[in-house]
């Protein structure tokens, strides 16, 4: 029988957190037990997981005991401190925050895009990319198998949603104290009105925020450069020229990215639909002339990133522009985090038999040492040497 391997989820009752569980309880079971942990004001809650009421348990070296993988949604500082921890007991971690995106000795994985270099994992760590970067890496790679990617120019217009439960409950708030009022129709009267911005540089309802990060050099945002940086590492292009600007919008959820796409080969509107309509993960939506195209709301709630307003560039045959669309939380987050740990635990289900096999071996060979095998050492060879395979495979996780 295969083994089932066991889960932890770090940050379960968060934002995030709830969509995974969620998660969880809608795709194919492939998990042992299931263990919960939070922030200590969270500790003792309960929460629904495959149906079951699920104690959150506080953070702690003893929670690790016994896991196989560890899916992380915590702010950077607590990821930075734990993940190591998580790691050097071995369990494989898959670490949602900024922490260990762009180190050297950890994959940034999109499934779709570079499954593979999640067995590249020399810290057992596996990085998931920020929410603005997988709405549309999947799409883009997609293309980039086929075109050869040269260039990026990206628009995002994000919802209050990428900076958790502050970010919409504030938005919520706004929205209540502009209702029934004409704020909106004279300069500066919006805040007038509105005098807690919460985590955004200006207010938010009815506005747009050109801001999303911290300042960084050159007056760019550190989203602007995570979208350029983490683009790079996950196609394996580290000279791709990429531009951001990082919108935030009145939307609770789905980011929205407005793409200039240029390539190395020429483009067809017709050949890049039939990309985007078979590749994983994407939905493509694109008929304006009936009116369809991707809106944030259609998107809420969905796992593809929907794609539409697709066509070639009017003043470059090697260009293409797009408008995409993917829920923030759920598939710019706890989904590919979460295909990243499918993966894993298809590893580990794919060497058990072949550990069991390699033990029976040499349990075998070193019964049947007697006579001339005992002195050649042919009976306890293949016992000796399936059991360091056995470790080698245990030791890649």
Known sequence: MTRRPNLAVVGATGAVGEVLLGLLSLRQDIWGEIRLAASPRSAGRKAVVRGESVEVLPLSEELFDGVDVALFDVPEEISARWAPIAAAKGVVVVDNSGAFRLDDAVPLVVPEVNAAAVRMRSRGIVASPDSTTLTMLAAIGALHAEYGLESLVVASYQAASGLGRDGTDTLRAQLAQVAGTEVGEQTGDLRAVIADNGPFAAPLALNAVPW???????????????????????????????????????????????????????????????????????????????????????????????????????????????????????????????????????????????AEVTAAAGATGTAGTTGTAGATGTGAGPGAEGAGTGADGAGAA
Request: glycine share 8%.
């Open 212 to 354: 999303a990060g911290v300042l960084t050099d050159g007056g760019w945002s550190s989203e602007e450069r995570t979208v350029r940086d983490e683009s790079r590492k996950i196609l394996g292009l580290p000279g791709l020229k990429v531009s951001a600007t990082c919108v935030r919008i009145p939307v609770v959820r789905t980011h929205a990215l407005a793409v200039h796409a240029v390539f190395e080969r020429e483009v067809t509107q017709e050949h890049a639909h039939e990309i985007l309509r078979d590749a994983p993960g994407v939905l493509l939506y694109d008929d304006p002339a009936v009116g369809e195209f991707p809106t944030p709301n259609d998107v809420v709630g969905t796992d593809p990133v929907w794609v539409g307003r697709l066509r070639r560039a009017l003043d470059d045959p090697n260009a293409l522009d797009l408008f995409l669309c993917g829920d923030n939380l759920r598939r710019g987050a706890a989904l590919n985090a979460l295909q990243i740990a499918e993966l894993v635990a298809r590893e580990i289900a794919d060497r058990a038999p072949a």
